[in-house]
């Protein structure tokens, strides 16, 4: 029984638990047996907080009991991505300079974690700063990919999509930049989605890129995501950026598109630059089935031209180290987290220098260089101001592709998962996974990533990004949950029901992940 547990989507879980069957204690033990099983190997987690996630869990049984309503997710276990702030547990966006550091607050989005009576059970890893799409630039070692644990699982957050996958948590929270939260979920068969710009507060998210940043879900399926929007989206007056709106219940919406199985006239708009040569072969086929299932249930499938699509990459990567080496100014030595002092003592500047030397990994010094550049004065206009000009022309092609598509479409990766390794001499290539998700982040539209099946060349997952004007998250959660619906009744039930078995910690044959130790101990790393 406890084992089975951890296989559950949080929504079934959450009717058991509603239902008495199951006690929340039962769901986390099993949630926190499957992280010490499992974890070793994968490096999904780099805390794991077992003794506070039970005393949570066995209080929230004792308020069901007692007759309170602990809300409809009350007692369901979640994974908290290290790039969000926690009172209880450290919160180092997998960087040493913040080593251990304690926050003083919740990020609001943890905070209305509690409030739903969810149960936190740890921080999953990341690239350092959400500075990747392979997990291999956080400080403290990689996460592995439960589909082939000699692959990376996407980045940055690729410790969030590889807890959920491989059944460690039944959801969990993620950031999404330029596709954190997309590319990962393509990569492990999840469901990871970005809301719109201002959707969900980043009130306590360690910041990344201010204008991009944005928080969201990360699950097995569609209803499990809009659930868990549900619950962190909406106005938060600590957050400029956030929406001031009543949003619609994405749960609602997801249910009303799993029941429909029918999408009549919905215009589904296939972005041309966003396919084609480069893309992996396995991952177009799998797509051309997907735009087919998607016809077959009455979608108007048509293609659209977004010419700008092509500077995104170059765009972004000129706006997101500007703002990232502004953002990370305040990682000075002085004020929290790391300090090294220079041998013999030394002045301001020297600590701060020595500290920042020590504390930043590579791909995090590499940006801030770039940022820095691109912000100084005779280069501003160049290359800030001309990336913002691109911006513009891609919002405009984002305009003009929603007037005759309620959605758009495309792979949510060029590749499934690549090895570990591959692409860490090359920053470019690493940077060009992105390509499909960036555009939504530049224009603070929402985007969905989904499974839609295994490459055949690779048996690895391959994923679809469904993407909606701002403010429209809703047609996400009702044609992700419509696809995922006839993609299921096609294959016989869900995607992750093939996830190879895991080895659990018991193999004691297995190799160490290639970077750090990583046993879980309920302590920092
Ligand atoms: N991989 C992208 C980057 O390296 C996206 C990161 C993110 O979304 N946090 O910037």
Redesign the pocket.
């Given at each position: 029984m406890t084992d089975d547990l951890t296989r559950l989507p949080a929504a079934e879980l959450a009717a058991l638990l509603t239902a008495r069957e199951v006690s929340s204690v039962e769901a986390t033990r099993a949630s926190l047996n499957r992280i010490a099983a499992v974890d070793g190997d994968l490096h999904a987690f780099l805390h794991t907080a077992p003794e506070a996630a039970l005393r949570t869990a066995s209080e929230i049984d004792r308020r069901r009991a007692d007759g309170y309503d602990v809300g409809p997710l009350g007692g369901v276990p979640i994974a908290i991505k290290d790039v969000l702030c926690t009172k209880d547990m450290p919160s180092t966006a997998a960087s040493k300079i913040l080593e251990g550091w304690i926050p003083p607050y919740d990020a609001t989005v943890v905070a209305r974690l509690r409030s739903a009576n969810l149960v936190p059970l740890g921080k999953t890893n990341m690239?350092e700063f959400?500075?990747?799409?392979s997990t291999e630039h956080s400080a403290y070692g990689p996460t592995r990919n439960p589909w082939d644990r000699d692959r990376i699982p996407g980045?940055?957050?690729g410790g969030s999509a590889a807890a959920v996958a491989a059944f460690e948590a039944p959801f969990a929270l993620g950031?999404?930049?330029?596709?954190?939260?997309r590319?990962p979920a393509a990569v492990t068969g999840t469901v990871g989605v970005k809301p719109t710009y201002g959707g969900v507060s980043r009130y306590g998210a360690i910041a990344?890129?201010s204008s991009?940043?944005q928080v969201g879900p990360v699950s097995r399926t569609v209803l499990d995501a809009a659930l868990l929007h549900d619950v962190i989206g909406g106005h938060d007056p600590r957050d400029s950026t956030s929406l001031d709106e009543l949003w619609p219940s994405f749960a609602d919406a997801a249910r009303a598109g799993r029941a429909a199985g029918d999408l009549t006239g919905v215009r589904v708009g296939v972005v041309r630059e966003l396919g084609g040569d480069g893309f992996q072969a396995g991952v177009r086929q799998r797509f051309d089935e997907a735009l087919a299932v998607l016809a077959a249930a009455g979608a108007e499938i048509v293609e659209v031209s977004a010419p700008h699509f092509e500077y995104a990459v170059a765009a972004?990567?000129l706006i997101?180290p500007a703002e990232a080496s502004s953002n990370l100014a305040k990682y000075d030595g002085v004020r929290f987290g790391l300090r090294v002092e220079p041998e013999g003592g030394g002045t301001v500047e020297q600590v701060m220098a020595a500290t920042r030397g020590a504390g930043f990994g590579p791909?995090v010094k590499r940006?801030i260089i770039l940022g820095t550049y691109a912000l100084s004065a005779g280069y501003y206009d160049a290359y800030y101001g001309s990336a913002q000009k691109v911006r513009t022309l891609i919002q405009r092609d984002f305009d003009a592709a929603f007037a005759s598509s309620d959605v758009l479409v495309s792979p949510s990766a060029p590749t499934t998962a690549f090895t570990f390794g591959e692409k860490m001499d090359d920053p470019l290539a690493?940077?060009l996974?992105?390509i499909t998700?960036?555009p939504a982040?530049l224009a603070g539209v929402p985007g969905m990533g989904l499974p839609i099946g295994l490459a055949p060349e690779d048996g690895l997952p391959v994923g679809i990004q469904i993407m909606a004007p701002a403010r429209e998250d809703v047609r996400l959660y009702r044609i992700g949950a419509t696809l995922e619906a006839l993609l299921e009744e096609k294959w016989g039930g869900p995607l992750l029901d093939r996830l190879p078995e895991l080895e659990t910690a018991g193999s004691a044959h297995l190799a160490p992940p290639p970077g750090p130790g990583t046993e879980p101990d309920g302590g920092t790393r």
């Amino acid at each position: 029984m406890t084992d089975d547990l951890t296989r559950l989507p949080a929504a079934e879980l959450a009717a058991l638990l509603t239902a008495r069957e199951v006690s929340s204690v039962e769901a986390t033990r099993a949630s926190l047996n499957r992280i010490a099983a499992v974890d070793g190997d994968l490096h999904a987690f780099l805390h794991t907080a077992p003794e506070a996630a039970l005393r949570t869990a066995s209080e929230i049984d004792r308020r069901r009991a007692d007759g309170y309503d602990v809300g409809p997710l009350g007692g369901v276990p979640i994974a908290i991505k290290d790039v969000l702030c926690t009172k209880d547990m450290p919160s180092t966006a997998a960087s040493k300079i913040l080593e251990g550091w304690i926050p003083p607050y919740d990020a609001t989005v943890v905070a209305r974690l509690r409030s739903a009576n969810l149960v936190p059970l740890g921080k999953t890893n990341m690239d350092e700063f959400a500075m990747g799409s392979s997990t291999e630039h956080s400080a403290y070692g990689p996460t592995r990919n439960p589909w082939d644990r000699d692959r990376i699982p996407g980045g940055s957050g690729g410790g969030s999509a590889a807890a959920v996958a491989a059944f460690e948590a039944p959801f969990a929270l993620g950031s999404d930049t330029g596709g954190s939260i997309r590319q990962p979920a393509a990569v492990t068969g999840t469901v990871g989605v970005k809301p719109t710009y201002g959707g969900v507060s980043r009130y306590g998210a360690i910041a990344l890129a201010s204008s991009l940043d944005q928080v969201g879900p990360v699950s097995r399926t569609v209803l499990d995501a809009a659930l868990l929007h549900d619950v962190i989206g909406g106005h938060d007056p600590r957050d400029s950026t956030s929406l001031d709106e009543l949003w619609p219940s994405f749960a609602d919406a997801a249910r009303a598109g799993r029941a429909a199985g029918d999408l009549t006239g919905v215009r589904v708009g296939v972005v041309r630059e966003l396919g084609g040569d480069g893309f992996q072969a396995g991952v177009r086929q799998r797509f051309d089935e997907a735009l087919a299932v998607l016809a077959a249930a009455g979608a108007e499938i048509v293609e659209v031209s977004a010419p700008h699509f092509e500077y995104a990459v170059a765009a972004y990567y000129l706006i997101l180290p500007a703002e990232a080496s502004s953002n990370l100014a305040k990682y000075d030595g002085v004020r929290f987290g790391l300090r090294v002092e220079p041998e013999g003592g030394g002045t301001v500047e020297q600590v701060m220098a020595a500290t920042r030397g020590a504390g930043f990994g590579p791909e995090v010094k590499r940006r801030i260089i770039l940022g820095t550049y691109a912000l100084s004065a005779g280069y501003y206009d160049a290359y800030y101001g001309s990336a913002q000009k691109v911006r513009t022309l891609i919002q405009r092609d984002f305009d003009a592709a929603f007037a005759s598509s309620d959605v758009l479409v495309s792979p949510s990766a060029p590749t499934t998962a690549f090895t570990f390794g591959e692409k860490m001499d090359d920053p470019l290539a690493m940077y060009l996974n992105d390509i499909t998700t960036i555009p939504a982040n530049l224009a603070g539209v929402p985007g969905m990533g989904l499974p839609i099946g295994l490459a055949p060349e690779d048996g690895l997952p391959v994923g679809i990004q469904i993407m909606a004007p701002a403010r429209e998250d809703v047609r996400l959660y009702r044609i992700g949950a419509t696809l995922e619906a006839l993609l299921e009744e096609k294959w016989g039930g869900p995607l992750l029901d093939r996830l190879p078995e895991l080895e659990t910690a018991g193999s004691a044959h297995l190799a160490p992940p290639p970077g750090p130790g990583t046993e879980p101990d309920g302590g920092t790393r």
